[in-house]
């Protein structure tokens, strides 16, 4: 079972409570779209890192049986020790690669894509990642660090990013310049001129002091957060290909071969350019819909957690065939909710079918893919997914089809 199944519900338990304390103390810090967006981005990484795993630990296994120089014992501490700092400096050299490098940017883009900042942030992970990071850490199969080493120290590395997405957390003196603070990862997701590509560290921030992109966060200016090129949607399928589509069309109005296979290795802003300003008055991306269709996306991302958990503990064990098929109801799921969120046309019609649809499978289908479940249970869970549908079709705002626009960053 994956690990990342244990940890939803200290997830969701935290974003509850940070969201609470946030109204308070960090006004702004969050918005329901973007939260809802944020996890969205969340379940597709998991899906996408069920079908990829093998790229990541099988090249590392591989590689390890293969070409290892030594095997260090991973019954040793200091091993153990080792893995970690080493591991962290592959992590250093990749995401600096993710900003600086634009085939692995069209990957990492989506992590900076909020133009908020919280924990749900943390959460907004790239689900095309898989295949460009492994070969910067194939150095530690070389080295001799096993496959489950590896592994265990990834995860640790992943984990403890997580609580450094906040904004409730003041600067902490000495530990911002030793460890990945929540102070020092703010300016990593700024887009203010003192913040583009600083910071890239995992756990440690020394390597950012060594190779000299170490910035610390200042008081007199109030981080924006966000990218340049924003995203400006919340379909987390078009969030994880759009800078690859942009990419694409560069290279193919490349005047030669060599030129448009470069375009996929030049820095996100083009060789030798510097990224577009931050405009003056900078507005966050905000959406049209309605109160209530954003809480009805919201809650029915609530309903979503149960299978989203259910497929990210099972999916390994899962057939190829029937493990895509859950993770097509899954995409679907957030998919659609986004249309709901940026009330595009037909968004009604779109979101009705698939929650009916999904009612179906779970209600007549033999089994929920392993799972048994009473029918007690399937017809609850049936209706919670379609009661609140009235509440999309009550509600005028949300079936009309405008623009979504931009709100001020005060607001
Ligand atoms: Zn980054
Ligand atoms: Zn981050």
Redesign the pocket.
């Known amino acids: 079972m994956s690990p990342i199944a244990y940890a939803i519900p200290i997830f969701m338990l935290s974003i509850l409570a940070e969201y609470l304390l946030a109204r308070r103390r960090a006004p702004g810090a969050y918005d329901i779209a973007d939260g809802v967006t944020s996890l969205h981005f969340g379940v597709l990484s998991q899906i996408a890192g069920a079908f990829t795993y093998l790229l990541t630990i099988g090249i590392y296994s591989w590689t390890f049986e293969h070409f290892r120089l030594t095997t260090l014992p991973q019954n040793e501490w200091w091993v153990w020790v080792l893995a970690l700092l080493f591991y962290d400096f592959c992590y250093y050299w990749v995401h600096r690669a993710g900003h600086e490098v634009n085939l692995l940017w069209g990957a990492h883009q989506v ?1 900076h894509s909020s133009e908020y900042y919280n924990l749900t ?2 959460l907004r992970q790239t689900a095309t990642g898989a295949f460009t990071a492994w070969p910067f850490y194939l150095a530690m199969a070389i080295a001799g660090i096993p496959p489950f080493v590896f592994a265990v120290v990834a995860l640790i590395d992943l984990l403890y ?1 997580y609580w450094v ?1 906040t904004q409730l957390v003041p600067k902490l003196s000495v530990l911002d310049r030793i460890l990945v603070t929540p102070s020092n ?1 703010r300016v ?2 700024g887009q203010n001129d003192y913040c583009l590509d600083r910071n890239y560290g995992g756990i440690f921030i020394f390597w950012d002091r060594l190779f000299g992109t170490f910035t610390e966060e200042r008081d007199d200016e109030p981080v924006v957060y966000g990218i340049r090129s924003p995203l400006a949607s919340y379909d987390p399928v078009w969030g994880n290909l759009n800078v690859y589509r942009d990419i694409a069309r560069r290279s193919r109005a490349a005047p030669n071969l060599w030129k448009a296979i470069g375009v996929w290795f030049e820095p996100p802003a083009g060789r030798g350019k510097q990224p577009p300003p931050m405009p003056p008055n900078f507005q966050r991306y905000d959406s049209t819909a309605s109160m209530a269709a954003r809480r009805y996306a919201l809650w029915q991302y609530v309903l979503l957690i149960a299978p989203a958990t259910h497929f990210i503990a099972i999916a390994r064990q899962l057939e190829w065939l029937e493990r895509a098929q859950y993770a097509l109801i899954l995409v679907a799921w957030v998919w659609s909710l986004s249309g709901v969120l940026e009330a595009r046309a037909q968004s009604r019609l779109v979101e009705t079918l698939r929650v009916v649809a999904t009612a179906a499978l779970l209600l007549f289908g033999a089994s929920w893919f392993d799972l048994a479940m009473d029918l007690i249970w399937r017809t609850l869970f049936t209706l919670l997914m379609l009661a609140p549908l009235w509440s999309l079709y009550r509600d005028d705002q949300a079936a009309t089809p405008t623009p979504s626009s931009r709100s001020s960053i005060s607001a």
Do not use: G, K
């Open positions: 992590h942030t943390a990013q997405h990862h990593h997701h």
